[in-house]
């Protein structure tokens, strides 16, 4: 049965979980129309080994598997989306604000930084005056663990 090497286009199913069990990515369908109760089909992720469309320590997981073959990958939070950086939760005045923007917990926004590189932040917190923003990703500062099968080496 082959193997799977650098360099070769695969579809693998995988679950991402944290630290806690809790799912944040799933080729299950499920996870990706987020309902409960449904017929979704599972989706296979297809992508090239070595091409970095994937953490790294995935790719090099995947390497030497045969179809049908799984694993489970661990990535520290340093080599997944790095440590949670207090230094990206900032306050501004909602007079900086746009008028017609009415910004809620949980919220996205795309801001620009100084360097004029698009940044997208999550609102954490608001008051009648302020308004706080996390630019960390969503996942900084988590271990992550990815269960993977090799469903196709194409």
Do not use: W
């Not at 630290?19 to 799933?26: A, L, P, Q, W, Y």
């Not at 017929?39 to 320590?57: A, H, K, R, S």
């Not at 790095?82 to 501004?92: A, K, L, P, R, S």
């Amino acid at each position: 049965m082959a193997q799977a090497k650098h360099g070769d286009r695969v579809k693998i199913k995988f679950t991402g979980k944290l630290e806690d069990g809790t799912i944040f990515d799933s080729t299950a369908g499920e996870q990706q129309c987020g309902c409960d109760d449904c017929n979704c089909e599972e989706t296979p992720f297809e992508m090239v080994i070595g091409d970095e469309e994937f953490f790294l320590q995935v790719e090099e997981a995947l390497i030497g598997m045969a179809p049908g073959d799984k694993k489970t990958v661990n990535i520290a939070s340093d080599d997944a989306f790095g440590d949670y950086d207090e230094e990206c939760v900032f306050t501004i005045e909602r007079s900086e604000l746009p008028d017609d923007m009415q910004p809620e917990v949980g919220m996205e926004v795309e801001m620009t930084d100084e360097d004029d590189q698009s940044v997208v932040v999550t609102v954490v917190d608001t008051t009648d005056t302020t308004i706080t923003f996390d630019a960390n990703h969503p996942l900084a500062g988590e271990d992550l663990t990815f269960d993977i099968e090799l469903v196709e080496i194409i």
